[in-house]
């Protein structure tokens, strides 16, 4: 028995669904064939898991460090048109008037400069989504708590109910 127990393998994780994970937005997506959506939104949510070693206190790392984190993100990308950054084909200008333009092919936009987001990502997908908030997540709780257990990541975003984008991270230090 004991033999057994010495080759498995165990994990621990915290896993967090809340209510106040969320945040509703305005977007569109590019398609590869260059469609695009009409601009729309979603109600967004976040959904997060975290993997790593217990502590000697017994626990992965504390639900009150990491709750706060995640809804101070969902809390600032609330109300806004999210952009993608990096998308090669899409024109964002700010304005000195405090408004920013927007233009892909023969679309533009202009909207109040405080209600865009424009993020570090090449279309504004749920993957990306997933990706962008997971990657802060990590930085955000290494900055004020300093090394973690945090050994893997999983955090979704859903744009609907039954569909989301998927982000992993993995420290290259635990594996």
């Known amino acids: 028995m004991w033999h057994t127990r010495l080759m498995s393998t165990e994990r621990w994780a915290i896993h967090m ?3 106040y994970f969320k945040f509703s937005c305005a977007h569109f997506l590019i398609f590869p064939d260059g469609s ?29 460090l990491v709750k706060p984190v995640i809804r101070e993100l969902c809390d600032w990308l609330d109300e806004h048109w999210l952009l993608p950054g990096e998308h090669p084909d899409l024109e964002i200008n700010e304005r000195d008037d405090g408004h920013t333009e927007v233009r892909y092919r023969e679309c533009q ?16 997908s749920a993957e990306n ?46 594996d």
């Open 17 to 19: 669904h809340k209510e």
């Open 36 to 64: 695009k959506e009409r601009l729309h939104g979603h109600n967004y949510h976040v959904d997060a898991e975290i993997e790593g070693q217990l502590t000697d206190k017994g626990i992965v790392i504390d639900f009150i």
């Open 109 to 124: 936009y202009l909207a109040p400069t405080d209600e865009v987001i424009v993020l570090p990502i090449n279309n504004s």
């Open 129 to 174: 989504l997933a990706t962008w908030i997971g990657r802060e997540l990590v930085r955000r709780i290494a900055e004020r708590f300093g090394r973690t257990q945090i050994q893997k990541l999983k955090l979704a975003v859903s744009e609907t109910s039954g569909q989301w984008g998927v982000y992993h991270f993995s420290d290259s230090d635990a």
